[in-house]
Nanobody
Framework: QAQLMESGGGLVQPGGSLRLSCAAS????????MGWYRQVSGKQRELVAR???????NYADFVKGRFTISRDNAKNTVYLQMNSLQPEDTAVYYC?????????WGQGTQVTVSS
């Protein structure tokens, strides 16, 4: 049974950094495209960053130059390094694995940016 487990969220001051991790199990991790999404209560979940099986990345415009997605296939883990965090980055961040029509989601980790 495939599972994704996010970690690394928390409270950080504006301008600070956090690194999120998403550990995968029960799946052939290297064959999945991985993504980070975020959701604010009452709003739609939105794509933050995505990394393909070949490690090609793409980012939402609102995080370009601040966030970096990476993957370690040996550790079955995808990361999201978040720098220069702003209050508008406050959200629940979710990890997603996708391959063809199959999607798996993690349970989410809260990121709060506040002074």
């Amino acid at each position: 049974q495939a599972q994704l487990m996010e970690s690394g969220g928390g409270l950080v001051q504006p301008g600070g950094s956090l690194r999120l991790s998403c550990a995968a199990s029960g799946m052939l991790f290297s064959t999945y495209a991985m993504g980070w999404y975020r959701q604010v209560s009452g709003k739609q979940r939105e794509l933050v960053a995505r990394i393909a099986r070949d490690s090609i990345t793409n980012y939402a415009d609102f995080v370009k130059g601040r966030f970096t997605i990476s993957r370690d296939n040996a550790k079955n883990t995808v990361y999201l390094q978040m720098n220069s965090l702003q209050p508008e980055d406050t959200a629940v961040y979710y990890c997603k694995a996708a391959r063809y029509s199959i999607d798996f989601w993690g349970q989410g980790t809260q990121v709060t940016v506040s002074s």
